[in-house]
C-alpha cells in the first residue's frame, strides 16, 4: 500500500465528495464533518475499504458492505435505494467491483462522477492513510461493524468513487 | 448535437420534441453526460473516432409510447435502435450498430406481466431483468426456476432476442427456443402478436409457441424488424433434487466416445442439466468453474507436468498422455448434472454409468447429491446460474492475475459454433489455435474446449480483450475479422457478435450468393422502406443506407 499516493487520492476525492455533498466542508484535522454522503459501499475484503467505510460511518453515513460478490449487497440495499432517488453514494472498491456497479447504476440514470485511485493493496496491516478521511468526516457511529472475512484476498486495483444523477 | 446520418437539424429537433409530447421532456436524453450512458463499455473502439455512439435517446414506459415514437420518427426519418437493458457486453452493449441513431430504451417497460406455476410460463416486458423475474418468484414462493445467464444482470426479453443461453436443463438453456408468444411494434408503428396471441383475448399465448400458418418469431430475433414489446417464457419447474457427477478418462482418443455418449445421454434426456467440458491435464477448467479459477487459479502443475504440457501440440503429445495416466491426471473431464425425483435421477446416472462403461479407464465421481431447495446461505458454494440463480459474482475479481488477464477493460467475444463431436474440439483448436498465433491473437493458451449451453452442437466462447492502446486494438479486431473468415472456411460461423463484427459474419452466411442475406434486405425494403428500426443491424441496411454504411 502506498500511503502517500492514497492520501493523495483520498484528499482529491474528498473534495469531490465534498462538493457533491454541498454541505460538508473540509476543515481541520481535528473538526469532525458530517458526511456527505447518506451511503457508502465498501469491498470489505480490503483493509482500506474498511477504514474508509469506518471513517464514513463516524461521519453518519450508513455502510454497505460486501466481500467480493456484490450480488446480495446489491440486491437487498443499493438497488431499492437507486429505485428510490436515493442521492450520491461514495464506495471504495476494486475498479471490477466499480465497473459492475456503473452497470447497475446506468439502470436508474445513475453515473460515476467521481473517481480516485486508491493503489494496488493486500491485505496487510490496518490502514494508515484513513486520518485525513477520519478528519474530514465525523464520528457518529461504531467502526467494530465491518468486519473482514477469513478468506484468500487477491491483490487488487482499489477505487474510491461517487455515483450519483449528475 | 450529433445529428442521424441524412437527418436535417429542424426534422431531428422536431423529432425530438413529439418524442418528448410521447413519453415526457424527462424521459428524452440530448446531453453528453446522459449520452455516455448508452455507450458500449466493452467498445472495440475504445479512444477511437469510430466508436459507435447515439445522438438522443428515449425511454417509453408502455407499448403506445413506442408506437408513437416510431410513427414520429417515420415522419422525420429519425433513424431508431431500441434496447431492453443493454447489458450484453461484448456483443455491444447498448449502443447502436450505426452512429446517430436514436436509443429507445426499454427498462421502464419492467412489468412482469404473469408467472403461471400450474403450467410453468410466464409473460414479460424487456426491461424486465433475470433478477427481476427470480425475486419476483421467490417472493410469491413459486416452484418454477429462471434460465439466466450470467451474469444474470440483462433482461430477460432482450437476451433471448439475442439468442443468448444458460446453465440449467435444455429444454430451457437456449433462451429464444424457450420463449414462446411475442408482441411486437413494426416499424410502421403497428402492433403484432405472433403464435397463439394472434387471436383476440387468446388463452393459450405463452402455452402453443406457432399459432397456424408461417411462425415468425425468428425474424424479429438478432433483427431490425419490430421492437418486442411483450415476450412469453417457459419456465423450468423446480426439481426434488439434484445430482452432480464427474466422467473421467485418461486418453486423448477417449475424448470422441465421450462427446458421442454424452449426445446421445442428452439428446435422450437421460441426463438433464448442463453438461461441461474440461480437461485436468491441458489444464481447462469446465465453464461452471471460470469463475473459481479465477478467483483462486487453477489447480497447481508440477513441473514436469508442465514441461510435457508445453511439448503438446493441440492438446497432445504420447507424453502428455503418458504422464497423465501416471500421475492419475484425467485427460477429459466430463461433468453432468441431473434433476428430478431423487429415485429417477440415480436411475439416470446409473444408466448413464453404463453407457460410459464401453470406454476403457473411465471413472466416475458423485460431486452432489441432494434435495432441492438447497440451504440459500450455500448459494456461494455452487455456481448459482446452474441452479437458476442469477448473479453477479464475476465482478468479483478485481485482480489482473495469469488466469484473469482482462478483468475489467473489456473485451469481444468470439464464439464460433462447432459440431457436437470430440473430432470437431480437436480441429477447431487446430485451426483457431494456429490462426490466432499467426495474427498475435491471445486467445488459446493450450487447449480450449466449447462449452455446452446448445442441445446439438459445441460453442467456443473466446474474449478477445479490449485494451487501453488503439493500435493494440486495432490489430485484434483485424485479427477478429480474419478469425471469422477461417472459421467460415471450415464451415463454422458465429451464433452471435457485435456490431462491429456483423457484417463480416453474416458475410460467411453466404450460400447461394448470399441468397439469405439477400432475403433479409428484401424483408426490410418491405416491413421498414423508410429505414427506421435499428439500421444496420446483423447487416440488415435500409434500401437508402445500404453500400453506403455497410
Known amino acids: 500500500m502506498d500511503r502517500r499516493a492514497f492520501c493523495l487520492g483520498t484528499a482529491s476525492g474528498i473534495a469531490a465528495m465534498a462538493a457533491l455533498g454541498g454541505s460538508a466542508v473540509a476543515r481541520s484535522a481535528s473538526d469532525a464533518v458530517a458526511s456527505p454522503f447518506a451511503t457508502v459501499v465498501i469491498d470489505a475484503r480490503f483493509a482500506t475499504g474498511r477504514a474508509f467505510g469506518a471513517a464514513a460511518a463516524r461521519a453518519g453515513s450508513s455502510i454497505l458492505t460486501f466481500h467480493g460478490d456484490l450480488t446480495q449487497m446489491w440486491v437487498r440495499q443499493l438497488k431499492p435505494l437507486w429505485a ?83 | 448535437m450529433m445529428l442521424p446520418p ?46 459507435r455512439v447515439a445522438s438522443a435517446a428515449v425511454a417509453p414506459a408502455s407499448t403506445e409510447e413506442v408506437q408513437q415514437i416510431v410513427r414520429t420518427a417515420n415522419r422525420y426519418g429519425v433513424p431508431l435502435y ?40 410466464a409473460l414479460v416486458e424487456p426491461g424486465v431483468s433475470y433478477f427481476d423475474l427470480y425475486h419476483h418468484i421467490r417472493e410469491r414462493k413459486l416452484k418454477v426456476w429462471i434460465d439466466c445467464p450470467d451474469p444474470g444482470w440483462g433482461s430477460v426479453v432482450g437476451n433471448a432476442i439475442d439468442r443468448g443461453g444458460g446453465y440449467t436443463s435444455a429444454n430451457y438453456r437456449n433462451h429464444f427456443d424457450s420463449h414462446c408468444g411475442m408482441e411486437v411494434v413494426l416499424p410502421n408503428g403497428e402492433l403484432l402478436r405472433t403464435g397463439m396471441g394472434a387471436i383476440p383475448n387468446a388463452k393459450t399465448w405463452q402455452q402453443y409457441k406457432s399459432g397456424c400458418g408461417p411462425w415468425i418469431d425468428g425474424i424479429f430475433s438478432q433483427s431490425n424488424f419490430g421492437i418486442v414489446t411483450k415476450m412469453g417464457f417457459w419456465l423450468m419447474p423446480e426439481p426434488e433434487a439434484y445430482l452432480r457427477c464427474t466422467v473421467t478418462v485418461p486418453r486423448y482418443n477417449d475424448l470422441m466416445p465421450l462427446v458421442e455418449t454424452l449426445n446421445y445421454l442428452e439428446n435422450a434426456r437421460i441426463t438433464s442439466g448442463f453438461p461441461d467440458l474440461a480437461s485436468p491435464l491441458n489444464g481447462y477448467p469446465p465453464t461452471g468453474q471460470v469463475q473459481l479459477w479465477n478467483e483462486s487459479g487453477p489447480p497447481q502443475q508440477t513441473p514436469e507436468h508442465r514441461r510435457v504440457l508445453a511439448g503438446a501440440k493441440v492438446g497432445f503429445s504420447p507424453e502428455l ?81 495469469p488466469w484473469n488477464p482482462t478483468p475489467s477493460k473489456g473485451h469481444m467475444w468470439f464464439s464460433p459454433i462447432i459440431p457436437r463431436t470430440g473430432e470437431a474440439i480437436i480441429e477447431a483448436n487446430r485451426v483457431f489455435a494456429e490462426a490466432a498465433r499467426d495474427l498475435g491473437m491471445p486467445l488459446f493458451r493450450s487447449f480450449a474446449m466449447p462449452a455446452c449451453f446448445w442441445e446439438r452442437s459445441f460453442i467456443f466462447i473466446l474474449a478477445t480483450p479490449v485494451t487501453e492502446d488503439p493500435a493494440t486494438n486495432k490489430q485484434y479486431r483485424d485479427g477478429f475479422q480474419k478469425l471469422i473468415e477461417v472459421g467460415g472456411q471450415h464451415g463454422w460461423g458465429e451464433y452471435r457478435t457485435a456490431p462491429v463484427f456483423q457484417k463480416s459474419v453474416m458475410d460467411v452466411y453466404s450460400f447461394n450468393n448470399h441468397a439469405l442475406q439477400r432475403f433479409h434486405e428484401t424483408l426490410k425494403d418491405a416491413i421498414d422502406p423508410n429505414g427506421i428500426l435499428s439500421p444496420g443491424r446483423y447487416a440488415i441496411w435500409p434500401k437508402h443506407l445500404r453500400g453506403s454504411q455497410s
Request: hydrophobic share 40%; with cysteine.
Open chain 2, 6 to 51: 441524412g437527418v436535417k437539424q429542424s426534422d431531428f429537433s422536431s423529432a425530438l420534441a413529439e418524442f418528448a409530447k410521447a413519453v415526457g421532456g424527462e424521459w428524452v436524453f440530448t446531453s453528453d453526460e446522459d449520452l455516455n450512458l448508452y455507450r458500449d463499455a466493452y467498445s472495440p473502439f475504445l479512444h477511437e473516432a469510430e466508436e
Open chain 2, 82 to 121: 431500441a434496447i431492453s437493458t443493454g447489458k450484453n457486453l461484448g456483443y455491444g452493449g447498448s449502443a447502436p450498430a450505426m452512429s446517430g441513431c436514436v436509443v429507445v430504451d426499454l427498462k421502464r417497460m419492467n412489468r412482469i406481466i404473469e408467472v403461471n406455476e400450474a403450467n410453468a410460463f
Open chain 1, 84 to 166: 428510490s432517488d436515493g442521492g450520491p453514494i461514495a464506495g471504495l472498491t476494486t475498479v471490477a467491483g466499480l465497473f459492475c456497479l456503473e452497470q447497475l447504476a446506468k439502470d436508474h440514470w445513475l453515473r460515476m462522477v467521481a473517481r480516485t485511485p486508491v493503489g494496488a493493496t493486500r491485505e496487510g496491516p490496518p490502514f494508515g492513510g484513513s486520518e485525513g478521511l477520519i478528519a474530514s468526516l465525523a464520528a457518529r457511529r461504531p467502526i467494530d461493524t465491518i468486519r473482514p472475512r477469513r478468506e484468500p484476498i487477491p491483490a487488487a486495483e482499489l477505487v474510491a468513487w461517487v455515483i450519483a444523477k449528475s
Open chain 2, 321 to 401: 498422455e503418458a504422464y497423465g495416466i501416471k500421475s492419475g491426471i484425467p485427460y477429459w473431464e466430463l461433468w453432468l448434472s441431473f434433476h428430478g425425483p431423487m429415485e429417477v435421477i440415480d436411475a439416470q446416472w446409473r444408466a448413464a454409468q453404463r453407457r460410459f462403461s464401453t470406454i476403457g479407464g473411465v471413472k466416475f465421481r458423485v460431486v452432489d447429491r441432494m434435495s432441492l431447495p438447497f440451504d440459500p446461505s450455500k448459494t456461494e458454494d455452487y455456481h448459482e446460474p446452474e441452479f437458476g440463480i442469477p448473479s453477479l459474482r464475476a465482478f468479483s475479481i478485481g485482480a489482473r492475475t
